[in-house]
């Protein structure tokens, strides 16, 4: 192993990889028996691995730079030449659902790993080629658009990240104006942003006519491996949001204003928790990273590895910087069976949760790549993943004070704030890529209508203070998964609402609701989402009654520490 900055990047062997697909697709349609598709399967997977690597090696320089021109010409040609292999790869998956020996290999491996086979037959194909090529294109010129957009600030040169923390300060004057200057930017991209969505639009619609698909949201149902719930079935959530959960948000918000003695809460005072000045984490990138390893060996054993082997290798990139992507990922590099961690440091309380949200991620995908054989099955669908990630924010409590110091009880009562109060936006977020991908003919004014109306069904304390931009409903397009993982988003809401059960039972008996968690992350994503649920000892956020009882407690610790402290 060695460190990320010394990984060696050269283009993958396409070619060589289309070959290999290919006899590995003549092996398994020639097989005797279970085992001889295993070998094929298995040996195929560490030439993927070894593509995979170079390919997310390629991608992570490039989202930490969009102007370097060698890592944006990479992608481009990774994505063109991967798409272009859509035929070898349908011709092994096809040989693999149709092996008379795939019962044997469910029984091995489980059903989920051939779901997902059959998944991706109905939803990838040669027919669109083109349309996934320029898909990709879009979704990189999205991504250096909001990067390189910058403005300047009180004497700053700053991006969207750097905007945000100045709409925390306790002045009034400055929060507003951050957010002028915040809003402006966006509205002077805004033609390009709904160009390029416009564009996504219409290509994503295409390519759902052509697979078969009556429109892009069944499609991407699929896509997404939404194999146990419907889009009635993200209805019914929003509306327990909706009935449950809005109207403690209001009270929240109602609370705040009071705490904040403003005389009408302003979405430039959202941010601000505390009129004193939220909690802001104590030290360099480097000193957080180092409380973030004491932390972790102190949590458990299998924590302190993980974050032991990620500091070792240096698998972060955290500051923010000119030209660096938007927002925080995790991904991975199988051949090292190394995850990463990608953020934007801004100086704020956000910095401390991309060591514990990210984490989380990084966490699981540690244990799995090293637990579970088949690499398909070592990350679970997003609705299972966003656990991992949002519960170990929760579990990291009892240690925020290395972080925020005598501020640690004040970090806390914001985090649970702003999951809770989050969860609306999470779902209007949803409703209005519903609401587009229903009308794929809309236009941009179609849109800010769209969102203006969700946001007020959902979030009715919203108040921009007279920006005709976000009055309009500009606001839709400040959420990059819009553009880059359509669909992507309600996730974190049912995410939240199960880390919100892990939550409750750590207050009654950590190291139960610790055995439940790591069981479920180990799992990775070996079953379904109803299955992993059960594995994982959590209730179903669709059944009727689970949004009530996975936020009570929460509701009544933010009444205490909050709304009546």
């Given at each position: 192993?060695?460190?990320?900055?010394?990984?060696?990047?050269?283009?993958?062997?396409?070619?060589?990889?289309?070959?290999?697909?290919?006899?590995?697709?003549?092996?398994?349609?020639?097989?005797?028996?279970?085992?001889?598709?295993?070998?094929?399967?298995?040996?195929?997977?560490?030439?993927?691995?070894?593509?995979?690597?170079?390919?997310?090696?390629?991608?992570?320089?490039?989202?930490?730079?969009?102007?370097?021109?060698?890592?944006?010409?990479?992608?481009?040609?990774?994505?063109?030449?991967?798409?272009?292999?859509?035929?070898?790869?349908?011709?092994?998956?096809?040989?693999?659902?149709?092996?008379?020996?795939?019962?044997?290999?469910?029984?091995?491996?489980?059903?989920?790993?051939?779901?997902?086979?059959?998944?991706?037959?109905?939803?990838?194909?040669?027919?669109?080629?083109?349309?996934?090529?320029?898909?990709?294109?879009?979704?990189?010129?999205?991504?250096?658009?909001?990067?390189?957009?910058?403005?300047?600030?009180?004497?700053?040169?700053?991006?969207?990240?750097?905007?945000?923390?100045?709409?925390?300060?306790?002045?009034?004057?400055?929060?507003?104006?951050?957010?002028?200057?915040?809003?402006?930017?966006?509205?002077?991209?805004?033609?390009?942003?709904?160009?390029?969505?416009?564009?996504?639009?219409?290509?994503?619609?295409?390519?759902?006519?052509?697979?078969?698909?009556?429109?892009?949201?069944?499609?991407?149902?699929?896509?997404?491996?939404?194999?146990?719930?419907?889009?009635?079935?993200?209805?019914?959530?929003?509306?327990?949001?909706?009935?449950?959960?809005?109207?403690?948000?209001?009270?929240?918000?109602?609370?705040?204003?009071?705490?904040?003695?403003?005389?009408?809460?302003?979405?430039?005072?959202?941010?601000?928790?505390?009129?004193?000045?939220?909690?802001?984490?104590?030290?360099?990138?480097?000193?957080?990273?180092?409380?973030?390893?004491?932390?972790?060996?102190?949590?458990?054993?299998?924590?302190?590895?993980?974050?032991?082997?990620?500091?070792?290798?240096?698998?972060?990139?955290?500051?923010?910087?000119?030209?660096?992507?938007?927002?925080?990922?995790?991904?991975?590099?199988?051949?090292?069976?190394?995850?990463?961690?990608?953020?934007?440091?801004?100086?704020?309380?956000?910095?401390?949760?991309?060591?514990?949200?990210?984490?989380?991620?990084?966490?699981?995908?540690?244990?799995?790549?090293?637990?579970?054989?088949?690499?398909?099955?070592?990350?679970?669908?997003?609705?299972?993943?966003?656990?991992?990630?949002?519960?170990?924010?929760?579990?990291?409590?009892?240690?925020?004070?290395?972080?925020?110091?005598?501020?640690?009880?004040?970090?806390?009562?914001?985090?649970?704030?702003?999951?809770?109060?989050?969860?609306?936006?999470?779902?209007?977020?949803?409703?209005?890529?519903?609401?587009?991908?229903?009308?794929?003919?809309?236009?941009?004014?179609?849109?800010?209508?769209?969102?203006?109306?969700?946001?007020?069904?959902?979030?009715?304390?919203?108040?921009?203070?007279?920006?005709?931009?976000?009055?309009?409903?500009?606001?839709?397009?400040?959420?990059?998964?819009?553009?880059?993982?359509?669909?992507?988003?309600?996730?974190?809401?049912?995410?939240?609402?199960?880390?919100?059960?892990?939550?409750?039972?750590?207050?009654?008996?950590?190291?139960?609701?610790?055995?439940?968690?790591?069981?479920?992350?180990?799992?990775?994503?070996?079953?379904?989402?109803?299955?992993?649920?059960?594995?994982?000892?959590?209730?179903?956020?669709?059944r009727d009654g689970t949004v009530e009882k996975s936020t009570a407690h929460v509701i009544e610790?933010?009444?205490?520490?909050?709304?009546?402290?």
């Open positions: 192993m060695i460190r990320f900055s010394e990984m060696p990047y050269e283009r993958p062997d396409i070619e060589g990889l289309k070959a290999a697909v290919e006899e590995a697709t003549r092996k398994v349609r020639e097989a005797k028996s279970a085992a001889e598709v295993r070998d094929a399967y298995f040996a195929l997977q560490e030439k993927e691995e070894a593509s995979d690597t170079l390919y997310s090696l390629a991608y992570v320089r490039n989202t930490i730079d969009t102007n370097d021109a060698f890592y944006e010409g990479e992608i481009k040609w990774l994505q063109a030449a991967f798409a272009e292999a859509i035929p070898q790869f349908n011709a092994w998956k096809k040989a693999l659902a149709e092996s008379p020996f795939r019962g044997e290999l469910e029984t091995e491996f489980g059903k989920q790993l051939f779901r997902k086979i059959d998944a991706g037959l109905m939803t990838s194909d040669e027919r669109i080629i083109a349309e996934t090529i320029r898909e990709g294109e879009l979704r990189q010129a999205y991504q250096k658009a909001t990067a390189v957009a910058s403005t300047d600030f009180r004497g700053e040169k700053c991006n969207f990240y750097g905007l945000l923390k100045y709409m925390e300060s306790t002045d009034r004057a400055e929060r507003k104006e951050a957010f002028e200057a915040w809003a402006a930017l966006y509205e002077q991209i805004s033609g390009t942003l709904e160009e390029q969505y416009g564009e996504q639009v219409r290509l994503r619609d295409a390519k759902a006519k052509k697979m078969g698909f009556e429109t892009y949201t069944d499609m991407a149902y699929i896509a997404r491996n939404r194999f146990d719930y419907t889009r009635e079935d993200a209805a019914r959530f929003r509306e327990q949001v909706r009935t449950i959960i809005t109207p403690a948000v209001a009270e929240i918000r109602e609370a705040q204003r009071k705490r904040l003695g403003v005389d009408k809460l302003r979405y430039y005072d959202e941010a601000l928790k505390f009129p004193d000045g939220n909690a802001v984490p104590i030290g360099t990138e480097k000193e957080l990273v180092e409380k973030a390893r004491k932390m972790y060996r102190e949590m458990s054993p299998e924590t302190g590895e993980f974050f032991d082997f990620m500091t070792e290798y240096g698998l972060f990139d955290l500051e923010t910087k000119p030209g660096k992507r938007m927002g925080g990922y995790m991904t991975r590099f199988p051949g090292y069976k190394a995850p990463f961690i990608f953020s934007n440091f801004n100086g704020t309380q956000a910095d401390v949760d991309v060591l514990t949200h990210e984490a989380g991620h990084a966490f699981q995908g540690y244990l799995a790549m090293r637990s579970i054989p088949v690499a398909e099955l070592t990350g679970s669908t997003s609705e299972i993943n966003e656990i991992h990630s949002m519960s170990m924010e929760h579990f990291a409590y009892p240690w925020m004070e290395l972080f925020f110091g005598e501020n640690a009880e004040k970090y806390i009562t914001a985090h649970l704030v702003g999951a809770l109060c989050t969860i609306p936006y999470l779902v209007s977020v949803d409703e209005f890529q519903h609401e587009v991908y229903a009308n794929p003919e809309s236009t941009p004014a179609d849109w800010r209508r769209y969102w203006r109306e969700i946001e007020k069904k959902y979030m009715p304390w919203r108040d921009y203070d007279g920006n005709e931009f976000l009055e309009g409903g500009g606001f839709w397009m400040q959420k990059q998964h819009i553009f880059m993982y359509p669909f992507y988003y309600i996730e974190y809401a049912l995410s939240q609402i199960c880390a919100f059960q892990y939550y409750g039972r750590m207050k009654e008996d950590r190291k139960a609701a610790w055995e439940d968690y790591l069981r479920l992350c180990r799992a990775g994503g070996t079953k379904g989402y109803y299955e992993l649920l059960e594995t994982g000892n959590l209730l179903n956020p669709f610790e933010i009444r205490e520490r909050y709304i009546r402290g």
